[in-house]
Nanobody, 123 residues
């Protein structure tokens, strides 16, 4: 069964940091690019970051570049999103997803999604 499970969300003050994790089964994870997306209330889901299977082909949205870092540990079947210098506008539900055809900014090219983890940044 394909399963992606996010964790690490929570409430943090502006300027603070959080580290999100997304754990997957080996079958789900091995050989695939992974991505992070987010969705704020009343807004569409938006791309945050993506990483290739080997840890390359990293891409970030302009809104998080320089503040967020995506990484992965293939031995642990886990992808991470380190979020620093958080802003209230980063408040959203964060989702990890598997890239079916490699890294991409387009949600339609991701085939499996986690349930999401809430990140709330207070001002």
């Amino acid at each position: 069964q394909v399963q992606l499970v996010e964790s690490g969300g929570g409430l943090v003050q502006a300027g603070g940091s959080l580290r999100l994790s997304c754990a997957a089964s080996e079958r789900t994870f091995s050989g695939y690019a992974m991505g992070w997306f987010r969705q704020a209330p009343g807004k569409e889901r938006e791309f945050v970051a993506t990483i290739g299977w080997s840890g390359g082909n990293i891409d970030y949205s302009d809104s998080v570049k320089g503040r967020f870092t995506i990484s992965r540990d293939n031995a642990k079947n886990t992808v991470y999103l380190q979020m620093n210098s958080l802003k209230p506008e980063d408040t959203a539900v964060y989702y990890c997803a598997r890239g079916r055809y490699g890294t991409s900014r387009y949600a339609s090219l991701y085939d499996y999604w986690g349930q999401g983890t809430q990140v709330t940044v207070s001002s």
